[in-house]
Structures are given as C-alpha cells and as structure tokens.
C-alpha cells in the first residue's frame, strides 16, 4: 500500500534535525514526484542517514591539508594555456591553471574579465527583443556609424559622412550624434543636415591642419551608449534561451539594464562582486568560478574543499589572497609565518614586536618538535579519579 504525502511530510519531519536542511528538501522535492510504500521508504531514508554520517568529517581531521592536497593534484594536470571560451569562438577567456591562480590570489582585476547575462522571460526567447539588449550592453562609438569623413582646410570643417544603414540597425538619431560630439569636444559648433555631421570652429580658435585633425580624432572616439568597460558582446542562443557573453565587466552599470535577469546573471571578476553585491556573493563567486574551471578540464574535486577555501578567503568580510600578503601572511603564528615565505624579516618582525607564539597549529608544532593537535592528539588521558583511588588500594 502507497503512503499518503501527508505521512512522507510526517515521517521527514522526525529526520529533519539529522540532516542538512537542503538535503531535507532535495528528499521532500523527489519523494512528492513518486508513489512509494513504507518500507521502501524507510529503506531510502536509512541509506540518505548512513550516507551522510559517512560523509561527515571526523572530529579532529585535518581538513585544510585535504583541501589544499584535494584542490593541489588535479591543479597539476592542468594545462597552462588560455582558451576560447568554451562555444563562443569569438571570446578568449583565461582558463586551466592561470584562472585557478587568478582566483585564489584575488587579483584586482582578472586578465579576461567577462560577464555571462541572462534575460527576463519576456526577452530571452525572443531574438529581436534579445539583440536590443545585446546593442544596449555593446559599446556604441561615432567611428561605428561613419560611411565616411573629410577635412575641409579652406572652411575650416570637419565633415562626418554617417552610415544610415548602421543608424538604423543600431536605432541612433543624427541629433544625439550631434548632442554627444559637442558635449565631448570643447570649443566646437556642430550641426547636422539630416545624413552629415558638420564640426566647425568657433570664432577665435587656432584654425590649423593638426587641430582639425584632432577634431576628428575626438570626433571619432566620442561614446555614443553601452556599458562602459564592455568591449565585445557575443549572443548565443542556449536551449529555449538567449544568452549573451562579453568581454569586459561592468556588473554595477549591466544591472540596471531593462531584459537582463539579475538573479542569474554574473561577472568572472571577483572583487567586481564583493563590491555590488557584498561578501556572500563574492565567497560563492569564488565557489562556483573555481569548479567551473576544474569542471571544464575533467577535474571534479568535492565541493567541500573549495567551500573551506572560500571560507577562509572571505571570513573577515574581504577578500583575501591567499599567499604572502593574504591569508599565510596573517597568520597568528610567528612560526607558521616564518615557515611559508621571507621567514628571516617575519622572525625580526616578531622579535622587535614581542611577539608570543601559543603553538596551536601544526606547523609551528612540528616546527618545534611536539605532538600536533589534531586526529587523536586533540585529547589527552583523563584518569577518573575513582579508578586511581581504587588502584592506590590495592
């Protein structure tokens, strides 16, 4: 005979202090999908808490060596090199080890930085709507709009010829063309018959060839829209969806972007992160950016390991590297500092200091010779008194 849902609810209930709560709900989630006996279920249930315990660390292990030797070997198979990114020919992104470096080391700013955006449901199944905001995010300047330009000496002109195929394809008007130009260049007129831009002097003003040509040199880089920081935006349409990939970041401005779903989409760059969307965001950054570079090479490393990593990058509400000027370099002990890097300045450091070492960790133990204080050798014999008393009886 099936159980009811409401006796699965019930019997889950008794099981929720024992295991995690996303486990809890992974249960409740593909049990509710199945018709299922009580004593299969209870079989499921029994296997899910042995696999569990099994899981859990034991009390006393060492599990900063595991991850640093977890998340180490598999670095060493990894190639060196930088790749497209993976379906997007026209995108190079930094993979393999230099990524997984870039990471860990929390550098300002990544060699490729990139963002992936997804869209809102009204625009990601809709090409056209997904190509506006494609145009949107892209940087637009006035040399993409020129068919064109000349140099007029004897007016002392500088003559834009536009394109009005790309005005169109990319919806600008000649009057924001003309609006943008003489906000970015000082000192100029400008005026426009409907196709041209015409960029004349004031009265005043040195006439000469290398100022009209600086004229159209500023003419040329003058931003139209985009995202600043953004310099190439590739589309790509992934199942039912449209996704658009870039090269260059800029999270804070992207989001507020109408079509783009701001709760998928995400930046390469770290630190970009921590700074929008806070530290949290920035630890599962580092989660997720360090086992999709693993995951792209073949490597699985549990997910454990890069937690605990991530963990003790952002646990003071930063992010750390860790390395020298990092998380090693911070360390309370004088001799587990010394033992890492520039171990001479560390030990004149802390001699001029004054500083005290209470030998907790294990560098510093095995450094001077005691028993580490870790597996076995947390504890120490107690002797219940009783027991003594008894013996010294006898």
């Known amino acids: 005979m099936y159980l009811s849902q409401k006796k699965i ?8 202090e024992e295991i995690p709560m996303k486990m809890y709900n992974d249960l409740n989630r593909e049990l509710s999908k199945v018709k299922i006996t009580e004593e299969a279920l209870e079989n499921i249930l029994k296997d899910v808490l042995r696999r569990y315990r099994y899981a859990e660390v034991e009390p006393g292990e060492a599990v900063g060596i595991l991850a640093a ?3 180490g070997e598999p670095s060493t198979q990894m190639t060196m090199r930088t790749f497209h990114y993976a379906g997007v020919a026209e995108l190079n992104v930094t993979l393999g080890l230099p990524r997984i470096i870039e990471i860990v080391d929390a550098r300002k700013q990544p060699s490729t ?8 449901e009204d625009y990601r199944n809709n090409p056209k709507m997904a190509k506006k905001v494609a145009s949107t995010i892209g940087n637009l300047y006035v040399s993409d709009l020129l068919e064109s330009d000349e140099l007029d ?9 536009l394109d009005e195929y790309e005005l169109d394809k990319n919806e600008v008007e000649v009057d924001e063309i003309v609006s943008k130009v003489k906000s970015n260049i000082k000192g100029i007129d400008a005026e426009s018959d409907g196709k041209n831009v015409v960029l004349s002097l004031t009265k005043g003003k040195n006439t000469s060839r290398k100022e009209l040509k600086k004229i159209l040199t500023k003419a040329k880089i003058t931003y139209i829209r985009g995202v600043k920081g953004v310099t190439r935006v590739v589309m790509r ?7 658009i990939y870039t090269e260059g970041s800029n999270l804070k401005d992207l989001l507020k972007i109408d079509g783009v779903d701001i709760t998928r989409t995400k930046t390469n760059d770290i630190l970009e ?11 599962n950054a580092i989660i997720n950016e360090i086992q999709d570079t693993l ?18 990058m952002t646990v003071d509400g930063d992010v750390k590297a860790i390395g020298r000027h990092g998380v090693s370099g911070e360390k309370a002990s004088v001799l587990a500092r010394a033992a890492f890097e520039i171990t001479v300045d560390h030990l004149l450091d802390a001699g001029v200091k004054g500083e005290y070492d209470e030998l907790e960790g294990i560098v510093e133990n095995v450094i001077v010779g005691r028993p580490v204080k870790l597996g ?14 008894s013996k010294e009886a006898i």
């Not at 349409?237 to 996704?243: M, R, S, T």
């Open 237 to 243: 349409k992934e199942g039912d969806e449209h996704v």
């Open 273 to 283: 992160v921590h700074r929008v969307l806070g530290i949290e965001a920035a630890r």
């Open 153 to 161: 000496y004897l007016g002392s002109k500088v003559i834009l010829n």
């Open 9 to 16: 609810d019930e019997r889950l209930m008794e099981l929720k």
């Open 376 to 389: 076995t050798g947390m504890v120490e014999v107690v002797m219940r008194r009783e027991l003594e008393e």
């Open 295 to 312: 995951n792209e090479q073949g490597l699985i490393v549990d997910i454990r390991h890069l937690m605990l990593i991530s963990d003790i």
């Open 113 to 120: 930085p990139s963002m992936t955006i997804y869209l809102e």
């Open 69 to 71: 030797q977890s998340m």
